[in-house]
Nanobody, 121 residues
Framework: VQLQASGGGLVQAGGTLRLSCAASGIFFSINAVGWYRQAPGKQRELVAH???????KFLDSVKGRFTISRDNANNTVYLQMNNLKPEDTAVYYC????????????????WGQGTLVTVSS
């Protein structure tokens, strides 16, 4: 199982980006998915999270600007980022809790590689 994060780039303040986190490989289901970010010199923080029942939560500083959604048919979770601010600049990572087999309820945590988001003022 692999996670592929993509969609980062350079954008001006006030702009938008959509990040994608796509899961590939053989597995039974994707449970929760989270988007994290890490700015230089700072700890990684949870930005947004979505469960298998589409319950969501967000970091306070992105509420009202970011949305998270999932496309179960394509095993992809999106982070739509609107009204971006310079303080949103960071490497963004996704992770997913994945159930690999129908026969077993064990789940595993996977991380994607980071995608860099740079917001200029």
């Amino acid at each position: 199982v692999q996670l592929q994060a993509s969609g980062g780039g350079l954008v001006q303040a006030g702009g938008t980006l959509r990040l994608s986190c796509a899961a590939s490989g053989i597995f039974f289901s994707i449970n929760a998915v989270g988007w994290y970010r890490q700015a230089p010199g700072k700890q990684r923080e949870l930005v947004a999270h979505i469960t298998s029942s589409n319950s969501t939560k967000f970091l306070d500083s992105v509420k009202g600007r970011f949305t998270i959604s999932r496309d179960n048919a394509n095993n992809t979770v999106y982070l739509q980022m609107n009204n971006l601010k310079p303080e949103d600049t960071a490497v963004y990572y996704c992770n997913a809790i994945i159930r690999r087999q129908r026969e077993f309820t064990n789940t595993f945590l996977y991380w994607g590689q980071g995608t860099l988001v740079t917001v200029s003022s």
